[in-house]
């Protein structure tokens, strides 16, 4: 009960600044609606995109569903990500590899 008396004591504090909030909503949604394009013109305008996108989520969705998952699909990529994630002893060039000479580094270009 205690949590609920401070709720009510911190809404009652800031209840100018809560009908600010609500007397800022109720103007922009007037104003957008009254100064904004009909739904019906944004949907005439925008319905080629929005059929393809439906084409396209419900061919993802019967793909998804008809094709099975791969039999190793949480072993697909591990060797890769490894391998990007940081290197692994078996990534590593041999010992019995020559080791180049040390190679000196350019000069600084003079400015």
Same mark, same amino acid.
């Given at each position: 009960?205690?949590?609920?008396?401070?709720?009510?004591?911190?809404?009652?504090?800031?209840? /100018?600044?809560?009908?600010?909030?609500?007397?800022?909503?109720?103007?922009?949604?007037?104003?957008?609606?009254?100064?904004?394009?009909?739904?019906?013109?944004?949907?005439?305008?925008?319905?080629? /995109?929005?059929?393809?996108?439906?084409?396209? /989520?419900?061919?993802?969705?019967? /793909?998804?569903?008809?094709?099975?998952?791969?039999?190793?699909?949480?072993?697909?990529?591990?060797?890769?990500?490894?391998?990007?994630?940081?290197?692994?002893?078996?990534?590593?060039?041999?010992?019995?590899?020559?080791?180049?000479?040390?190679?000196?580094?350019?000069?600084?270009?003079?400015?």
């Amino acid at each position: 009960m205690e949590d609920k008396a401070k709720l009510g004591e911190i809404m009652w504090e800031h209840r /100018l600044k809560a009908a600010a909030a609500v007397a800022f909503v109720a103007v922009a949604v007037v104003s957008i609606s009254v100064v904004g394009p009909r739904l019906s013109a944004v949907v005439s305008f925008f319905w080629p /995109l929005l059929v393809s996108t439906g084409f396209f /989520l419900v061919a993802i969705a019967v /793909l998804l569903r008809i094709s099975p998952p791969p039999a190793g699909a949480d072993e697909s990529g591990k060797d890769l990500i490894d391998f990007v994630a940081g290197c692994r002893p078996e990534h590593l060039m041999p010992e019995s590899a020559p080791v180049a000479a040390a190679e000196e580094a350019p000069p600084e270009p003079e400015i």
